[in-house]
């Protein structure tokens, strides 16, 4: 499979079950460099591969695995990055998940023209009939929909004026929805990314910055 990659522009991510730093554990048994965890930089080496999230955040202390029972912390998910291509690398981030043990990666970096992106299509999303706002606004349009065609007189294309005008308000509605939740989710996001830089870096067990960081990750 390598032969028949361009190894100039690559990202290899997944869980690694190793560190590669020091920096990278906290509690448990002391670091140390294993074989596997030797084969890891071999092969980085060799690929011209680089830990994007330690070139973009060199000096900070977070994990995405944790054992509470060995009271163990490690960053063993990580982004190994082409270098020709490094410099595209914008933000790579360790986010709160759904998963016990687990926290998730994220990586946001810029593609210079190789990708065109189409219009996209567009799918009603049936949760939305669940959404009292949502059912209010097509209610309350309804009747203006009617009165706005109320001289077509031919009902299937009065239908299709009918279908047209709530598909452009559904896409609006759904639309804003969306982007307050993503002003939502990045606020808590930082929030918890604030949470968890505090609690590596303190040398000293502090139960309120605990619960004050699960809190935020339910609300997540």
Request: proline share 2%; with cysteine.
């Amino acid at each position: 499979m390598i032969s028949k990659t361009d190894i100039t522009k690559m990202i290899i991510t997944g869980d690694w079950h190793g560190s590669l730093f020091p920096k990278d554990k906290f509690g448990g048994l002391r670091w140390k460099e294993t074989n596997y965890r030797n084969s890891i930089i071999d092969l980085m080496e060799e690929l011209d591969l680089v830990d994007i999230y330690r070139k973009l955040h060199p000096n900070t202390k977070a994990f995405t695995y944790e054992s509470k029972s060995l009271k163990l912390k490690s960053r063993i998910d990580y982004f190994l990055f082409s270098n020709t291509i490094a410099v595209r690398a914008k933000r790579a981030e360790i986010r709160s998940s759904i998963a016990p043990d687990h926290k998730a990666i994220f990586l946001s970096f810029e593609i210079q023209g190789e990708f065109k992106r189409g219009p996209g299509s567009w799918k009603f999303n049936n949760q939305l009939l669940e959404d009292q706002d949502y059912i209010n606004l097509i209610n309350t349009s309804y009747n203006k929909i009617l009165d706005k065609y109320k001289d077509v007189r031919s009902e299937k294309l009065l239908w299709e004026m009918i279908k047209m005008e709530i598909r452009s308000k559904t896409i609006q509605y759904s639309k804003n929805k969306r982007l307050v939740l993503k002003r939502n989710e990045i606020e808590l996001q930082e929030r918890i990314q604030k949470l968890d830089q505090q609690i590596c870096n303190n040398q000293y067990f502090n139960q309120n910055l605990l619960n004050n960081y699960e809190l935020t990750k339910k609300e997540l």
